[in-house]
C-alpha cells in the first residue's frame, strides 16, 4: 500500500502523515489532537487489566496473612 502511494505521489509525499495535513483546517486540527490522545488511551487499556489481577492477587493473599494460612 505505502509502495503505491509512493507511485501517485511521489516525492510530494513528507514522512509523517500529520506534516501532509493543509495548516489550519479544523479536520487537521482534530486529526492531530487524536494523535497526541490515543496512546494515553492505548496505555490506560492495556494497563487495566494488569492492575485487576495484581489487585486480586494481593487481596487473596493478604486474606490469607490474615487467617493465618
Not at 487499556?45 to 493473599?61: D, G, K, Q, R, Y
Amino acid at each position: 500500500m505505502a509502495f503505491l502511494g509512493y507511485l501517485m505521489y511521489d516525492d510530494a509525499m513528507k514522512s509523517h502523515f500529520a506534516l501532509n495535513l493543509q495548516a489550519g483546517k479544523i479536520g487537521s486540527k482534530i486529526v492531530i489532537y487524536e494523535t497526541l490522545i490515543n496512546p494515553f488511551a492505548n496505555y490506560a487499556l492495556i494497563i487495566t487489566p494488569i492492575a485487576l489481577s495484581v489487585e486480586e492477587w494481593l487481596a487473596f493473599h493478604w486474606i490469607l496473612i490474615l487467617i493465618g494460612i
